[in-house]
């Protein structure tokens, strides 16, 4: 049984890269021993007790408010999901209506189409589609990249989210993060 590899190599086959490997494994951990010897050197200091304890008392809230959990309107997120649904399926009946296509939600068939109506587009990536609206395009090829960056948002993302995380009793738990943000410590 192979429980390791470096680079795809089984242990018993470079057994002298393992070895680097490992011993670099020793050193790394030695190197995080010493970090946190410093770091808690560092906060044990008289000059650095009132952030510490501002910084304790912040997690300790956060995590209350995990244990907690947030309540979530399902119900409103139940309609924001269905909102969503009905405009999608109303945005691919469109499409659909203005190209004759079967899937009009096809990348091959909808570039097929628009090139069929004289406008050589060369691909349907983001950045071209935004760059070709703001050029001259006849009205359905318009209609067309319109509808297809909308159908391409992901801002509902967000309720399917909520939708599966929420438990049983309708509260989001572990939804915040203690200095979440590396630089800024933003939640």
Not at 16 to 28: G, I, K, N, S, T
Request: charged share 25%; proline share 4%.
């Amino acid at each position: 049984i192979t429980l390791f590899s470096v680079k795809g190599t089984p242990w018993h086959d470079a057994p002298d890269q393992w070895e680097l490997f490992r011993q670099y494994c020793v050193q790394d951990a030695h190197a995080e021993e010493r970090l946190l010897s410093w770091c808690l050197q560092w906060l044990n200091q008289e000059r650095f007790r009132p952030m510490v304890n501002h910084l304790l008392d912040q997690e300790l809230i956060y995590r209350r408010i995990n244990a907690r959990g947030l309540p979530i309107d399902q119900a409103a997120v139940r309609c924001a999901l269905s909102i969503r649904d009905n405009v999608i399926q109303g945005l691919k009946g469109r499409l659909q209506e203005l190209t004759w296509l079967e899937n009009p939600n096809s990348r091959d068939q909808l570039l097929g189409w628009i090139r069929e109506q004289g406008t050589m587009l060369p691909d349907l990536t983001k950045q071209i589609v935004a760059t070709y609206l703001l050029c001259k395009l006849p009205p359905a090829v318009r209609e067309a990249l319109e509808i297809r960056q909308e159908l391409g948002k992901t801002s509902t993302n967000k309720f399917d989210a909520l939708s599966k995380a929420t438990g049983e009793d309708g509260r989001l738990r572990g939804g915040w993060q203690f200095y979440g943000a590396s630089r800024t410590g933003r939640v």
